[in-house]
């Protein structure tokens, strides 16, 4: 028999990063809204958000994180200006991101690593389960995973982690964890998890992507938490407590996913996202294709 388990309605974005990959461009501007061909990155993970059905979104902040606040509000005079030149196609873009969802925010004063940040999340979401998005990983729309794994947590209560296979050579870029397999294809059960190992001692290829459907009793948890690699405070380390003692907390599941993502968490891998996205775009992409093709054309004749 199917167990109930309460219906998840917060998403949490953690925000409070640097981004000093980007320097000097985020000197003054944060990462998160760097525009991915005309939309800011942290756009498109609220969107994500809210297509899961997730409307009550809070996002942890930090110093010099303002324009995130100010772009998600109501900006009437540019409203105004649009309305007078007649510009309702404009106008309907710049209020979709004030009418997105219901937003909060709180700061993160001390960065002390992404673990923190989610902490940082407990007197909003309460003893409900969550979700974590964070906003270095764009999922395409037209693969909804979120989704998947708000469906496989309703269904065996715990945490569930989104996870992609990844050349072995990269697994030292991410957090790999130990599955073993489940009736469902595509969902594995989390035995043991390691933050960013050496390809040699990384118990899969598996590595963990930057999306979390979490317990509420992970907050204790991190509370406890010793800061790990890096001198930070591991949401990974608080996962792997969860996946060794499912009696707190319950188990940890994980959600293989094999669709589209978009990396802007590096220089190179940001402009590739664009260029995807672009290519895509009904209004950009049949112009935008045919001028790519010709540039390929030209760098390989003079190379």
């Keep these: ?43 498109y993970v609220v969107e994500e958000a809210v297509s899961a059905g997730l409307d009550d979104v809070l996002m942890i902040t930090g110093r010099n994180k303002r324009p995130l606040e100010d772009h998600f509000d109501r900006n009437y005079e540019l409203e105004s200006a649009l309305q007078k030149k007649g510009d309702a196609g404009r106008l309907a873009k710049v209020q979709e991101s004030s009418d997105l969802a219901t937003m909060h925010y709180v700061r993160q004063g001390d960065p002390r690593g992404l673990g923190h940040a989610v902490l940082c999340a407990a007197p909003h979401v309460g003893h409900e389960p969550f979700a974590v998005l964070l ?95 890096g001198g930070e405070i591991q949401l990974t380390d608080a996962l792997q407590q969860l996946a060794q003692d499912e009696k707190v907390g319950g188990p940890v599941h994980g959600v293989v996913f094999k669709g589209r993502r978009y990396d802007t968490g590096d220089r190179g891998d940001y402009l590739r996202a664009i260029v995807r996205l672009a290519c895509e775009r009904e209004d950009l992409g049949p112009d935008f294709r045919t001028w790519l093709r010709s540039y390929v054309a030209e760098e390989m004749q003079q190379s």
């Design 135 to 229: 906003g270095d990983d764009l999922i395409d729309p037209r693969d909804p995973l979120l989704q998947r794994m708000i469906e496989v947590q309703e269904r065996h209560g715990g945490s569930v982690i989104a996870l992609m296979e990844v050349d072995p050579e990269q697994i030292h870029l991410y957090g790999s964890a130990a599955v073993e397999t489940t009736a469902d294809g595509d969902v594995v059960k989390v035995t043991g998890l390691v933050e960013k190992p050496d390809p040699a001692d990384a118990p899969s290829s598996y590595a963990v992507i930057g999306r979390y459907v979490l317990d509420p009793h992970v907050f204790d948890i991190l509370r406890r938490t010793e800061p790990g690699r």
């Design 1 to 43: 028999m199917t167990q109930s388990h309460p219906r998840i309605s917060k998403a949490v974005i953690p925000a409070a990063g640097l981004g000093t990959r980007f320097l000097p461009a985020t000197k003054a501007t944060p990462k998160e809204m760097l525009p991915v061909v005309d939309k800011p990155a942290i756009q």
